[in-house]
T-cell receptor
C-alpha cells in the first residue's frame, strides 16, 4: 500500500511570489485535504477536494487555491506569498467525501519558508 | 462550533511511568475524536479514534483513551512510557456537521526522561 507522498519536502520563497505544492494520495483514497501547520500550532484546515471539486474550505483567503486530478493527486497553490505563510503544509487523504469516521492519512509535509 | 483544548503544551515523564495527555473538546453534536502523533519532520500518524460504541478505545503502541461525555474529555494514556514515545501529540475532533473538517488542538510535546 502506497502512502501519501508530498513534494517538495522543503521550499524557500520570497514574499510576493507564488508556490505550488504537490500531493499523491494513498492508494484507494479519493479525497484529499490540505492543512497548514504553523510552528508550535496544530494543523489548520485549508480545504478539501473530492472528485476534482472543492468540498469545504477553512478560513483561508482566495489566494490559497487547489486542484485535484483524475488520479486523485492534488496541488495546493498559494499566490502573493506573505511571511505568515511560512509553515508546514500537510496533505491528507481519506476514503470518503466527508470522512466522518474515516481518519486522515497524512503525508510528511512540505516545509515552506517565506523570506 | 467545534474546538479542542489540550492542557499542557509540554509534559515530561520518566521512562516506565504513566503517560497522561489531556484533551477537552467542544462540540454541538456527538463528536468523533482522534489522537494523532507527530515525530520530528514527519506528518501525523493516527494513534486511535472514537466514533461510537465503547467509550474506552485502544490504539497502537499501547495507548488508549476514554471518551467521557459528561466531562467533554478524551484523555490519552499509556501505562508505561518508553523512550520512543517522545513526540508531539494532537487531539482532533470532527462530527457529522463538520464532515470534512478536523479541528486540531495545539498539541502536547511529550518528553521521556531515561
Amino acid at each position: 500500500e502506497t502512502g501519501v507522498t508530498q513534494s517538495p519536502t522543503h521550499l524557500i520563497k520570497t514574499r510576493g511570489q507564488q508556490v505550488t505544492l504537490r500531493c499523491s494520495s494513498q492508494s484507494g483514497h479519493n479525497t484529499v485535504s490540505w492543512y497548514q501547520q504553523a510552528l508550535g500550532q496544530g494543523p489548520q484546515f485549508i480545504f478539501q477536494y473530492y472528485r476534482e471539486e472543492e468540498n469545504g474550505r477553512g478560513n483561508f483567503p482566495p489566494r490559497f487555491s487547489g486542484l485535484q486530478f483524475p488520479n486523485y493527486s492534488s496541488e495546493l497553490n498559494v499566490n502573493a506569498l506573505e511571511l505568515d505563510d511560512s509553515a508546514l503544509y500537510l496533505c491528507a487523504s481519506s476514503t470518503r467525501q466527508a470522512p466522518i469516521d474515516s481518519p486522515l492519512h497524512f503525508g510528511n509535509g512540505t516545509r515552506l519558508t517565506v523570506t | 462550533a467545534q474546538s479542542v483544548t489540550q492542557l499542557g503544551s509540554h509534559v515530561s515523564v520518566s521512562e516506565g511511568a504513566l503517560v497522561l495527555l489531556r484533551c477537552n473538546y467542544s462540540s454541538s453534536v456527538p463528536p468523533y475524536l482522534f489522537w494523532y502523533v507527530q515525530y520530528p519532520n514527519q506528518g501525523l500518524q493516527l494513534l486511535l479514534k472514537y466514533t461510537t460504541g465503547a467509550t474506552l478505545v485502544k490504539g497502537i503502541n499501547g495507548f488508549e483513551a476514554e471518551f467521557k461525555k459528561s466531562e467533554t474529555s478524551f484523555h490519552l494514556t499509556k501505562p508505561s512510557a518508553h523512550m520512543s514515545d517522545a513526540a508531539e501529540y494532537f487531539c482532533a475532533v470532527s462530527n457529522p456537521n463538520t464532515g470534512n473538517q478536523f479541528y486540531f488542538g495545539t498539541g502536547t510535546s511529550l518528553t521521556v526522561i531515561p
